[in-house]
């Protein structure tokens, strides 16, 4: 016999034969929605660090291409010379 525990507005059945597919995907869906909507903040903080990471990362690479110059030579373009 199956056994339904509710947490909240989501409903966990316990028995395997009784799980739906698209159930599962809806119920799992709403509750990242929720998550998202509840945790904007957190959520943006989260994708500015990875588009940060990213840039940073392609840069590192274009970096690795180009060629060498001297601390000098960046402190002359830097200082407006």
């Known amino acids: 016999m199956a056994r339904d525990t509710s947490y909240g507005k989501f409903l966990i059945m316990t ?3 009784d799980i739906d597919e698209t ?3 809806t119920l ?4 990242l929605v929720e998550v998202i909507e509840e ?8 994708l500015i660090d990875a588009l940060e990471d990213i840039g ?10 180009s060629k060498t ?5 960046i ?6 010379e």
Do not use: H, M, T, Y
Request: hydrophobic share 35%; aromatic share 6%; no cysteine.
């Open 75 to 80: 402190f002359k373009v830097l200082s407006g």
């Open 23 to 25: 159930r599962i995907k």
């Open 39 to 46: 945790n904007q903040e957190l959520v943006s903080s989260i």
């Open 28 to 31: 799992f869906k709403e509750a």
């Open 15 to 17: 028995n395997p034969e």
């Open 69 to 73: 110059v001297s601390q000098d030579e």
């Open 56 to 65: 940073l990362s392609r840069a590192i690479e274009e970096g690795k291409k």
